[in-house]
């Protein structure tokens, strides 16, 4: 099957400060890209939907000012998480969308914590 | 509003036997079906999926049941390891597999010796 990368694997902040995750498609282009944000022993919320050259698609009651997503190559899909706060600490965790296969791959997550 | 009810939250199976982990959803537009494995610290990854116009997919020891007039589905896993242990996911997307995906609440599955 298709591999996902995300990076960085961890990171922790200090809060008010922005941190970007990063997550790449490896041996496949992929039009689409998900952003999901899953809280300990809770199941995986979809925070957007990012298509490749044009704005991403925010659920609702996900914030697009404070979770900026830029889909600005077939391979590369970046979160950013602006001015952080602890209640911000959270997995997130990116799908990318390979027609090849025809299904969804999810990277292997990014724990953020935010002191 | 929770369209994918998952259910039993947590399950525990001793090996050889069979776990059985039920969904029911509420979105008829709904039309792929699949069921993720995660381990605790990474992504989940897909395990077997069904669309309705089948009743029953089956890919080794998972298998899925599909029960449209009831709109649910279930996954089964026969011979289960401890190797399996993790938790599991159902989930659902209208629009096939390129569509974002509504998942349940997710299921700890522990295989005891």
């Known amino acids: 099957g298709a591999v996902v990368s995300q990076h960085p694997s961890r990171v922790i902040c200090k809060s008010g400060t922005s941190v970007k995750i990063e997550c790449r498609s490896l041996?496949?282009?992929?039009?689409?890209m998900f952003w999901y944000r899953q809280f300990p022993k809770k199941s995986l919320m979809l925070m957007a939907t990012?298509?490749?050259?044009?704005?991403?698609?925010?659920e609702q009651g996900v914030e697009k000012d404070k979770f900026l997503i830029n889909h600005a190559s077939l391979t590369l899909s970046t979160l950013t998480v602006t001015s952080a706060h602890p209640e911000d600490s959270s997995f997130y965790i990116c799908?990318?969308?390979?027609?090849?296969?025809?299904?969804?791959?999810f990277g292997p997550g990014t724990r953020l914590t935010v002191l | 509003q929770q369209q994918v009810k998952q259910s039993p939250q947590s399950l525990i199976v001793q090996k050889g036997g069979i776990s059985i982990i039920n969904c029911a959803y509420e979105?008829?537009?709904?039309?792929?079906f699949p069921w993720y494995q995660q381990f605790p610290g990474k992504g989940p990854a897909l395990l077997i999926a069904?669309?309705?116009?089948?009743s029953e997919k089956k890919e080794g020891r998972f298998t899925i049941s599909f029960n449209k007039s009831a709109k649910q589905f279930s996954l089964h896993i026969m011979d289960s390891q401890p190797g399996d242990s993790a938790t599991y996911f159902c989930?659902?997307?209208?629009?096939?597999?390129?569509?974002?995906?509504?998942f349940g609440t997710g299921t700890r599955l522990q295989v005891t010796l």
């Open positions: 799908s990318a969308w390979d027609t090849k296969y025809n299904e969804q791959f």
């Open positions: 041996d496949f282009q992929a039009t689409t």
């Open positions: 990012s298509n490749e050259g044009s704005k991403a698609t925010y």
């Open positions: 979105n008829t537009a709904f039309d792929y």
């Open positions: 069904i669309r309705p116009d089948v």
């Open positions: 989930a659902a997307s209208k629009g096939g597999t390129a569509s974002k995906l509504t």
